[in-house]
């Protein structure tokens, strides 16, 4: 049975920093492109940053330069630091797992609000 469980969502003033997490069982995680999505309320999910098999890594313009996608194979975990938050990166944050765009597993989601 295949789990991704995210962790780490929160409230956070503007300017400040968390640090998602997402775990995944049940996958041979190192085969999977990972990516953290997010869905503001009343819009779209929206793709934030990907990190394939091979570590390369893509972001949305919208979070360049303050955010980054890292992984950790040994603990089937990948994580998304962000920094500087706005208001506008309010969100739930959802991850995903992919595999030649065939296996495709979601999380629950978490929720970070960017609000003084």
């Known amino acids: 049975q295949v789990q991704v469980v995210e962790s780490g969502g929160g409230l956070v003033q503007p300017g400040g920093s968390l640090r998602l997490s997402c775990a995944a069982s049940g996958i041979t995680f190192g085969l999977y492109t990972m990516g953290w999505y997010r869905q503001p309320p009343g819009k779209q999910r929206e793709l934030v940053a990907r990190?394939?098999?091979?570590?390369?890594?893509n972001y949305a313009n919208s979070v360049k330069g303050r955010f980054t996608i890292s992984r950790d194979n040994a603990k089937n975990t990948v994580y998304l630091q962000m920094n500087t938050l706005k208001p506008e990166d309010t969100a739930v944050y959802y991850c995903n797992a992919n595999k030649w765009d065939v296996y495709s597993y979601w999380g629950q989601g978490t929720q970070v609000t960017v609000s003084s």
């Open positions: 990190i394939t098999s091979g570590g390369s890594t």
